[in-house]
């Protein structure tokens, strides 16, 4: 770090009262041991950031060890720019980025070098160390939690619940995903604050939307919970891409097209896959170069590869004609607000944040859970009260279901607990379209595995009547030892794929339920 050095020194040598005092306030590195807020200075300056005046963006990482002569002072902790963008807004951006890895050690989140960890996907939000572009300039919930910058609600039984502005009044709820560690955020943005919304550069994003005041919701993966147990490194890949974006606009398989609008890559958004398809904002995986697989880079996003088979939002087709949306940026319809309802019935369901595992080429099973969530009342002031439900397993719309899915277990043994299709609705289980392995899988001779559907013991699916269940040609539903299926009269079951119960009598057909076979078969363990 000469460099660095030569810059210390020119500053010693040109301003000889220069005051280092001003930026030694507190002792360094507590490493999560204790809080170093009200700490005394240590010789060590707290933070510089030395950004070298050549056009780009390079980090060269931390700021090295450098002495300032003629003083006691030293200069251990901060960050190095080799170059730096030429106007403010760019540099205050990738400054507190950088920041954020010297405050807590915080992994690369939210798109933040395309660094997709131990994920299939890379999601793209907001927060300290998010990328460019991002719908609010702001530390997310889970930063400044982390950080002790807020008064977080923790929700571990149903009920209603309310929910506070959350950059003026510090306010953020989080709430446990049943059989998992993840848990779902919630934040609360009525743009009350100058940061509290989109900051445009001045460049070719100048006509990009406002985002809408409302609530957002993402899910923080396992180990990214834990500040109990510090476990946080910008290397550790299992804590990198650990928070997965949901996007009142729900999820959609995407088909990435030929056309590009401008330079931006154009996507056209087709059926909605509430668990296993994607929103605005992700990058959309695809086959971009068309060589019959999908890269999955694994990196933790510290030069350590590039990504590849992935683009963000900025360019949709929507009824013919390419559109410029601006869609990872954040827009109108990116808020959940009255009467919207997430879980099983609602636009997304509230699930966990899969792992993907490299050398089975699969993703783990997304959590089919109880947890729903409507957004029941707003006040003056813009709260919102929410009514927050652990057992909610009613599905009262129609819904489409892909990808691995598993159905929690049921802690209670003396019942089966059903997911329940009340009249006039369908529950399809079938194919995804959306990308989620690396290699064309034999069966569907697409990147995509067929859908699996477990329903784990005391639990069970009920088709009430005027309901559907369809199972398609590329998907299974297995049934565990002591689930059930409980066709009801005037219900229909119509099988393409395949059905396995452990036992017979897991298969309950009421006088006037229908089972038609459509090519499908139905088997039994026993």
């Not at 060590?44 to 050549?54: A, E, G, P, T």
């Not at 890895?101 to 994920?119: E, I, K, V, Y």
């Not at 971009?288 to 949709?316: L, R, T, W």
């Not at 040609?473 to 219900?491: A, D, E, M, P, W």
């Amino acid at each position: 770090m000469q460099m660095n050095q030569a810059a210390i020194d020119w500053i010693v040598e040109n301003d000889p009262d220069f005051d280092w005092s001003k930026y030694d306030n507190r002792t360094n590195y507590p490493s999560f041991k204790h809080d170093n807020s009200t700490s005394e200075p240590d010789g060590i300056l707290d933070n510089v950031i030395i950004n070298h005046r050549q056009p780009g963006s390079n980090g060269f990482g931390n700021v090295g060890n450098l002495e300032v002569a003629g003083t006691d002072y030293t200069i251990r902790s901060g960050h190095t720019a080799a170059s730096c963008y030429a106007d403010a807004k760019h540099n205050w951006i990738y400054d507190t980025h950088e920041f954020a890895h010297n405050l807590f050690q915080c992994p690369h989140q939210m798109g933040a070098n395309h660094s997709d960890g131990t994920r299939f996907y890379v999601q793209k939000g907001w927060g300290m160390m998010a990328a460019w572009h991002a719908p609010f300039y702001t530390a997310n919930a889970w930063e400044a939690w982390w950080l002790g910058w807020l008064d977080l609600q923790e929700i571990n039984q149903s009920g209603r619940y309310r929910i506070k502005d959350y950059l003026t009044k510090r306010d953020a709820i989080r709430i446990p995903i049943p059989n998992s560690k993840d848990y779902l955020w919630i934040e609360n943005h009525q743009k009350k604050h100058f940061w509290d919304d989109k900051q445009f550069y001045g460049d070719s994003l100048k006509d990009e939307p406002q985002v809408e005041k409302g609530i957002y919701m993402y899910v923080v993966s396992g180990e990214a919970n834990q500040r109990e147990n510090p476990k946080l490194s910008p290397f550790k890949k299992s804590v990198v891409n650990a928070i997965r974006m949901y996007n009142a606009e729900g999820n959609f398989d995407y088909k990435c097209t030929e056309e590009k609008e401008s330079y931006w890559q154009v996507f056209k958004k087709g059926k909605s896959n509430p668990f296993a398809g994607q929103n605005d904002f992700q990058f959309i995986k695809a086959d971009m170069n068309k060589d019959e697989k999908i890269c999955v880079s694994f990196m933790h996003g510290n030069n350590d590869g590039k990504s590849c088979d992935q683009a963000d939002i900025f360019a949709e087709k929507i009824q013919g004609k390419n559109v410029l949306t601006y869609g990872n940026t954040g827009d109108q319809n990116d808020a959940l607000n009255i009467g919207d309802e997430v879980g099983l019935s609602g636009i997304f369901p509230v699930s966990n944040y899969p792992q993907y595992d490299r050398s089975r080429d699969s993703l783990a099973p997304y959590l089919v859970t109880g947890v729903s969530i409507k957004i029941a009342r707003k006040y003056d002031d813009g709260s919102y009260d929410l009514n927050i439900n652990f057992d909610d397993w009613d599905l009262r719309k129609s819904q489409r279901w892909c990808g691995t899915l598993q159905k929690i277990p049921n802690e209670d043994t003396s019942k089966i607990q059903y997911v329940n299709l009340l009249p006039n609705t369908e529950l399809n289980v079938e194919l995804s379209g959306t990308p989620n392995r690396q290699k064309v899988h034999p069966n569907t001779q697409k990147c995509i595995t067929p859908t699996q559907l477990t329903v784990s013991s005391y639990r069970g699916i009920k088709v009430q009547n005027k309901a559907k269940l369809f199972v398609d040609k590329h998907s299974t539903i297995v049934f565990q030892k002591n689930s059930q299926l409980k066709v009801k009269r005037g219900g229909k079951l119509v099988v393409e794929g395949k059905l396995i119960f452990h036992d017979k009598e897991d298969l309950q057909v009421r006088g006037g339920g229908k089972v038609k076979l459509k090519g499908g078969r139905i088997e039994y363990i026993n």
